[in-house]
């Protein structure tokens, strides 16, 4: 018996190494782990960039499976956006209005301007000429420390180029209530910002635009004639526009049904996304649920922030609708479908009971089936503290009826702007909910 067990022992300790061997099984999907929480998120030269809280900046060479921290401080500031002009100038802007500066490619940084309103994006050209936007107007400045600000209530800035130090280009909606919507219009300035012009095109809802090769890019959605105006979720034929100073735009490319959510690299398809900033499109998978969150992509990775950082493998795939020819006008489609936005049942005020920084907080949240707030994301801020205790009560508190389309409960993606204010004298602060986004159709 005692051989018997003796045997058993030495079997067990040879199998050993060699179940420690074993390749651990593949990983999917991951939540990366950052020192703070994320609120930006872009790809350069196939590197992920990460901004966030506690004016974090990180990056990640391997597809956000590792990541270094390369700033991060005590402060309340938070950062929302971080632009690469080449391999050695990066800038970051966030809540405060600070914008921040790196020399070597992101490894150091400096603190070298703060702007009047908090900034959401960031564009320079060069050391100097640059933009920042808000939720209701940009900032521009010709020598990197003083910014003039234009804009008002009405606008909701989708998004911001410059080509070099005089061409500027903004893209914005123009609402009564200033809430997010389709952005036709245009304000650009060819002589550094001292004059703009206002144009527009009435088809197109333009979702970003970038500077290339001394040109400007735009990735627009052609959306159907009915509705077009209030519905600010819905997917749309996508458009490839260039110009070189804005005035005349020339549309390059026809692609197929895309989201509302483009970057440098491309835009989010109904079931992926597919990259542009090649000489063809490629059609890539991605994660589902990610339809309005920031997003980026490398070395096979698909990553996005929501209420954290997640990163996914992607793969190449077939797209499901084949490209088409360009076209010399843009035409609306028909749309039939019935929708119902999500209702708010109970939504208290998620302002802390005493307010020390009177500003706005901007959030996006996916109203569920459940009428349940999941994917809470903090769109923009002035105080940290503030803004964590706002998502805190929002996502425990706040209830919806949930949106139906042609009679079916489905996912709506919804944006809040909550006024903080000095304390009212009972103590009672009222959330100011915009506008409402059309379901998904997962």
Known sequence: MKRLSSFLQIALLLCLPLAATQPAPPVNTWHPKLPAMALGLIAHQGTLWVVGDHAMIASSADGGQTWITHHKSGSGQMLFDIQFVNDRLAFAAGSMGEVWRS??????????????KPAVRVRFSG????LLATTHGFEFTTNGKKFKGMGGPRLWIQSIAATDAQHLLVAYADNANGSPGPAPFLDRSSDGGKTWTRDALPEADIRYVLARNGRYTAYALRHSAEGSSSIVNASGRLLELTSAHGAHWQVTHLHAEARPNCTAQGCLTANGWIELDRAQPIFWTRPAHVDFAPWAAAKGSFCSVSSRLMCSLTTKTTPQIAQQAPTSGLQSQPDNAS????????????????????????LSAEVGIDGHLHRVRLLSAVDAEEARAVLRNVRKKWRYRPAMLDGKPRPQTVISEIVLKDRHPQGILQPQLLDTRQPHVP
């Open 339 to 362: 929708l119902q936005p999500a209702v708010c049942r109970r939504c208290p005020s998620p302002a802390p009971e005493d307010v020390l920084a009177p500003g706005r907080v901007m």
């Open 103 to 116: 020399e070597d490619g992101g490894q150091h940084w400096k603190r070298i301007a703060r702007a009047p």
């Open 127 to 130: 050391e100097k000429h640059g």
